[in-house]
């Protein structure tokens, strides 16, 4: 079975910087592609950025781009989503998601395991 794990979410003042961290267990991710979403709240699930298989190709939710970077450690398991120059419109539960496919995908139906979620709250 697969589990993902989130954390590193918390509070933090717009300006402000956090570093996410999805721990994965039960397989291993060097070949497969991985996402982070999010949902505001009371707002639907939306995509905020993926990395395929190698590392090599990426994709952000625009309003992210120069802000936000995902990256991977396939010997730990483990993806990341560093988030810098945050604003109160990032607040939101950020999911983490793992895709039973090598190569990227904004839609979150094309994930197949997912985490419970870490909470980040920006304050103006």
């Known amino acids: 079975q697969v589990q993902l794990v989130e954390s590193g979410g918390g509070l933090v003042q717009a300006g402000g910087s956090l570093r996410l961290s999805c721990e994965v267990s039960g397989r291993t991710i060097y070949s497969n592609a991985m996402g982070w979403f999010r949902q505001p709240p009371g707002k639907e699930r939306e995509f905020v950025a993926a990395?395929?298989?190698?590392?090599?190709?990426?994709d952000y939710l625009d309003s992210v781009k120069g802000r936000f970077t995902i990256s991977r450690d396939d010997t730990k398991n483990t993806v990341y989503l560093q988030m810098n120059s945050l604003a109160p419109d990032d607040t939101a539960n950020y999911y983490c998601?793992?895709?039973?496919?090598?190569?990227?995908?904004?839609?979150?139906?094309?994930?197949?395991?997912w985490g419970q979620g870490t909470q980040v709250f920006v304050s103006s």
């Open positions: 990395i395929n298989w190698s590392g090599h190709t990426t």
């Open positions: 998601a793992f895709r039973d496919s090598r190569e990227i995908t904004l839609n979150s139906g094309e994930y197949q395991n």
